[in-house]
């Protein structure tokens, strides 16, 4: 990719109110991503990043060593990762020394720190003006992207992982320090969303299974670099394919990312995460 690659990508400043105007909600529709910058406050941006590493200091599991294998899903054979869904669980990168990749998958619901910064009412009101009728938050995860070893994610579409009928699934992902070219930012193909999903992550006689529904191979003509400067949250179509490479620098890339589906549309029961003993709730949950 070319530095234009990055310049060449319709950017706003956060509305104050969470309100997404014409000209945001037009961007998105084309693109099948938005860029806002300034969402986030640097002192939410700091508690954030200072929470995960608390939580990752004092994790009994970090003894588990389950790498999570973005490339391969080898993490999908593995109970730990299976029964995670209601959980606050952590996932290694394949690295020596062990590093981590990510914790998830229930931290809005679970942990006060990110339950406070996920419900912010500003993001009810995005919610709202992309047309999500009842919002549920399904899911949530730190990625550490950690200087010399964060791992590469390859091009993949939310819809594969939280599918809904129809798709509902649209992401919040959040820079909680500068993600730049250098250190891994995210990489999306700009209008992608058009597209149809191409694969499915489900459950399938008692295991999680890969099931290919497009063999059609990516089209990288169109990718586009989402450099995001700390605090700025990117909105993401549930059928964008989207990526990041690994990151080699000697800077960190932490980023949080909460998942949201629309209530108003259908959860298959053979979707991988499973919420049984962790009911659903939105933005407002008492």
């Not at 014409?22 to 529709?29: K, Q, S, V």
């Not at 406050?41 to 003894?63: F, N, Q």
Request: with cysteine.
């Amino acid at each position: 990719m070319t530095a234009a690659d990055a310049l060449d990508v319709t950017r706003f400043a956060a509305p104050a109110d969470g309100r997404l105007d014409d000209r945001m909600l037009g961007a998105y529709r084309r693109d099948g991503f938005l860029v806002l910058e300034g969402f986030a406050a640097a002192v939410d941006c700091t508690a954030l990043v200072r929470r995960a590493a608390e939580l990752a200091a004092g994790a009994e599991a970090i003894e588990r060593r389950t790498v999570f294998a973005a490339r391969t899903q080898a993490h999908a054979e593995d109970a730990y990762f299976q029964e995670s869904g209601d959980k606050i669980r952590f996932f290694f990168e394949d690295s020596d020394p062990p590093a981590l990749n990510k914790i998830g998958h229930a931290l809005h619901d679970l942990d006060p720190v990110f339950n406070r910064v996920s419900r912010d009412p500003r993001l009810a009101r995005m919610a709202a003006s992309l047309g999500i009728r009842k919002p549920l938050l399904l899911q949530s995860m730190v990625i550490f992207k950690h200087p010399h070893v964060g791992g590469e994610v390859d091009w993949h579409q939310d819809a594969c992982f939280l599918y809904t009928e129809p798709v509902s699934v649209t992401g919040f992902w959040f820079a909680l320090e500068d993600a730049t070219r250098s250190n891994g930012c995210l990489r999306a193909m700009r209008g992608g969303h058009r597209g149809p999903l191409r694969r499915r992550f489900l459950r399938q006689d008692g295991r999680l299974v890969m099931r290919e529904l497009d063999p059609a191979p990516w089209r990288e003509a169109g990718a586009v670099l989402l450099e995001a400067p700390r605090g700025t949250l990117v909105l993401l179509h549930g059928l964008l394919p989207h990526g990041s490479a690994a990151n080699r620098s000697p800077d960190p890339r932490p980023a949080y990312t909460l998942h949201v589906i629309d209530g108003a549309a259908d959860y298959p029961a053979d979707n991988w995460l499973n919420r049984d003993r962790l009911p659903l709730c939105g933005f407002a949950c008492d």
